[in-house]
Structure formats: C-alpha cells, structure tokens
C-alpha cells in the first residue's frame, strides 16, 4: 500500500513562503488525484488543494491566489507552494489521496506563522 511522506514545514513570519512536499513509497499516485489537507478545530482533515493526473486543479477559497499545487509524477512527489502566510495557516499540512483518502497517512509537516 502507498505510504506517504511529507516535508518542508516550519516557522515563518506572516507574508512568508513555504514549499512542501509530499513523497510516495511502497507505490506511485501516478494515475491518483492527490491533495493536500490539514485538520479543523475538530480534528477532521479538511482539503486545501488537490491535483489531477490532467493538472487540474481544487483550491480551498481560503488560500485561493497565495497557494499554488503542483505535481511530478517521475518522483512520484507533490508539492504546495505556500505564499504570503497568515497566522491562520498554521496547521499540521497532510497529504493523500483524493477523494479516497485511503493510502497510508504521514506525519504530516507543521507549519507555523506568527510574528
């Protein structure tokens, strides 16, 4: 089964910029639509963006026009080109499949934002 790893957190100052990503092993999401997620106050993962094999793309209206997916398929990893932070982004960022949400869950990465 496809686990999932997920990198490039950290702690920035608002208006600053992250790239995470997010690695495949034991398997490739290369013909998966893929997402990004991150949990609510009650602990459900909610979807900020996903990807399609044919590039198409879903973006959370929260992060619309900061936040751009992007995917390559030969190292079977995505990522998630975080501009322009706010405090509100601070979260444990996720990825998996989607809508399936049915490979293996990683740590997730941290991000945090604060001044």
């Known amino acids: 089964q496809v686990q999932l790893v997920e990198s490039g957190g950290g702690s920035v100052q608002p208006g600053g910029s992250l790239r995470l990503s997010c690695v495949a092993t034991?398997?490739?999401?290369?013909?998966?639509?893929m997402g990004w997620y991150r949990q609510t106050l009650g602990k459900r993962r909610e979807l900020v963006s996903s990807i399609g094999r044919d590039g198409t793309t879903y973006y959370h209206h929260s992060v619309k026009g900061r936040f751009s997916i992007s995917r390559d398929d030969a190292r079977n990893t995505m990522y998630l080109q975080m501009n322009n932070l706010t405090p509100e982004d601070t979260n444990v960022y996720y990825c998996n499949r989607v809508p399936d949400e049915d490979y293996i869950w990683g740590q997730g990465t941290h991000v945090t934002v604060s001044s």
């Open positions: 034991r398997g490739s999401f290369e013909f998966s639509r």
